[in-house]
């Protein structure tokens, strides 16, 4: 019956009563397209252009070189959506050139679009070199910076966007509880909003992402998480702009119901989920995946929020 309803898994993702969630996904630069591709995602929501600095390092690459990479993703996509997130530098991606050695708390430091603010260099290249990739194509390019914790560094990215002559849709990740609970004064300076629920996690629940012990609190199931994810969404909605899902939480097809029930308006995830993805959310109306969501955010743990969606969307 799994793969019954995998092989039925075609085109764009949608609950069973029609209210479209455009299913993209996370790539790390163009060796991972042929599989989004191939999965039928409807187009990218995360590209990680992280890999592009890691081949040295002691400078960022050169301006062509990240044409050239930026433009074979792009072509991929002829009419789809491709979201770039600008070179997310630090804590669990340190960078020689970039990242201050002696931090002692890294994931709390120079991070992400504080590394891209003191070296407005680099970001001045990497925006230059978007804008060139994209010239002359069809592709519908929206560019989005990590780390971002409030209003001030949504305003520091957009200026630098539009100084670089970028002409696409400037976004926010949010990733930080701040830029959460401020969403509205966010979005007077970005067009959408994407939600970064690995590093929301981390920072909600003071846990960080690479301690084994602590992975419990990593669990994007938390209510509180829940909460937040709410509040961004409805903070989109209200400023009629879009607010997606880039992190993990996206590929969990149960919870990509509850997201989808929370008003998130996209979900990227790793291409081998999107199937499951599409044959769960097709199965479920938009009114039962918000019934899924409230219940879960009523559950006062991951494991109690799970089982109660589950039980909605089950019918008990
Ligand atoms: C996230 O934090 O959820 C995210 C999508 O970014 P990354 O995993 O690359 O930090
Ligand atoms: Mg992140």
Not at 234 to 248: D, I, Q, T
Request: negative net charge; charged residues 25%.
């Amino acid at each position: 019956e799994r793969k019954a309803a995998l092989a039925a898994s075609t085109g764009p993702g949608a609950t069973a009563d029609g209210h479209k969630v455009p299913l993209l996904a996370n790539i790390g630069g163009p060796a991972d397209v042929p599989a989004a591709v191939e999965a039928g995602a409807e187009g990218v929501g995360l590209f990680r252009t992280e890999f592009l600095f890691l081949d040295d390092s002691k400078s960022a690459p050169s301006e062509e070189k990240q044409i050239e990479a930026y433009r074979q993703v792009l072509e991929a996509f002829p009419e789809g959506r491709v979201v770039v997130r600008v070179l997310d530098a630090g804590a669990d991606k340190p960078l020689d050139f970039l990242t201050p050695g002696d931090e002692p708390n890294p994931a709390l430091g120079v991070r992400g679009l504080r590394t891209l603010l003191d070296h407005p260099d680099v970001l001045r290249t990497q925006l230059t070199a978007l804008a060139k990739a994209a010239e002359g194509l069809p592709v519908y390019l929206e560019v989005m910076a990590p780390m971002v914790a409030d209003r001030a560094d949504a305003k520091a990215f957009a200026d630098a966007c539009r100084e670089a002559g970028l002409r696409a849709k400037f976004g926010a990740m949010v990733e930080i509880p701040s830029a959460a609970l401020r969403a509205r004064s966010v979005l007077q300076e970005v067009e959408f909003l994407s939600l970064g629920t690995n590093d929301l996690a981390q920072y909600t629940f003071a846990a960080d992402r690479q301690v084994g012990a602590v992975s419990r609190l990593q669990d994007p199931w938390q209510p509180a998480l829940l909460d937040l994810v709410s509040l961004s969404a409805e903070a989109a909605k209200a400023e009629g702009k879009s607010c997606g899902v880039c992190g993990e939480a996206a590929s969990d097809p149960l919870l990509a119901c509850v997201l989808t029930g929370l008003g998130v308006t996209s979900l990227s995830m790793g291409a081998a989920s999107i199937p499951y993805v599409r044959a769960t959310l097709a199965k479920y109306t938009l009114a039962q995946c918000e019934r899924a969501a409230a219940a879960a955010r009523a559950a006062d743990s991951a494991d109690e929020a799970r089982n109660a969606a589950q039980a909605v969307l089950s019918g008990e």
